[in-house]
């Protein structure tokens, strides 16, 4: 158990509509990172956020969108839903002493997202 | 750019066995980190191991052993005498601390471990 926890597990949807993923980092840590896990494009970061601030993007569509609030949860928007959208989106989450990118990310276990 | 590549898509072996997982990454920063996980068939992303450009030692731990040789930007993973449990699909990663922010992940190989 890495500490992190994303709610929901399972969740399915019709196009067009918009979800809202949730994740809560482990104790303590202050950065939380976005990916989305796909067949065809594998794992690729979205977003991250430190202590509330959004640090680095990257593969994030316009249509998706995250915050991180004061108590350090982040929620993931996904609107406007494709039908390529399915995925596996997970959270992680670090430290957040430094920027990031040298620190060890800690996984949750996924929120399986199927677009009908 | 940042790429890393696992050129294996799938191994088998039998129980017992050695194996090696290859990576091989590109970057033009200097001061860059690289990271194996695993991800079962349950799902979750374990982290096994954290590197970073300049520390070249090898490292162990337990069955699991790490090559890094900055020569041939590579970071390779071996399992010795393999075990069902290892089964899963191992992904190794690349962030580089000037030119990238963020994690860019290899394709993953899958390991199946065969009684």
């Known amino acids: 158990d890495s500490g992190v926890t994303q709610t929901p597990k399972h969740l399915i949807t019709a196009t067009g509509q918009r979800v809202t993923l949730r994740c809560s980092p482990r104790s303590g840590d202050l950065s939380v990172y976005w990916y989305q896990q796909s067949l065809d494009q594998g794992l690729q970061f979205l977003i991250q956020y430190y202590n509330g601030e959004e640090r680095a993007k990257g593969n994030i569509l316009e249509r998706f969108s995250a915050q991180q609030f004061p108590d350090l949860h982040s929620e993931l928007n996904l609107s406007s839903l494709e039908l390529g959208d399915s995925a596996l989106y997970f959270c992680a989450s670090s430290v957040g002493r430094t920027s990031g990118v040298q620190e060890t990310q800690y996984f949750g276990p996924g929120t399986r997202l199927l677009v009908l | 750019a940042q790429k890393v590549t696992q050129a294996q898509t799938e191994i088998s072996v039998v129980e017992k066995e050695d194996v090696t997982l290859d990576c091989v990454y590109e970057?033009?920063?200097?001061?860059?980190?690289l990271f194996w996980y695993k991800q079962p068939p349950s799902g979750e992303l374990v982290f096994l191991i954290r590197?970073?450009?300049?520390?070249?030692q090898n490292e162990i731990s337990g069955r699991y052993s790490w090559n890094f040789q900055k020569s041939t930007s590579s970071f390779n993973f071996t399992i010795t005498a393999s075990q069902v449990v290892d089964s899963a699909v191992y992904f190794c990663a690349l962030s580089e601390l000037v030119y990238g922010q963020n994690f860019v992940f290899g394709p993953g190989t899958r390991l199946s471990v065969l009684p």
């Open positions: 590197r970073n450009s300049f520390d070249e």
């Open positions: 970057t033009r920063d200097t001061t860059y980190y």
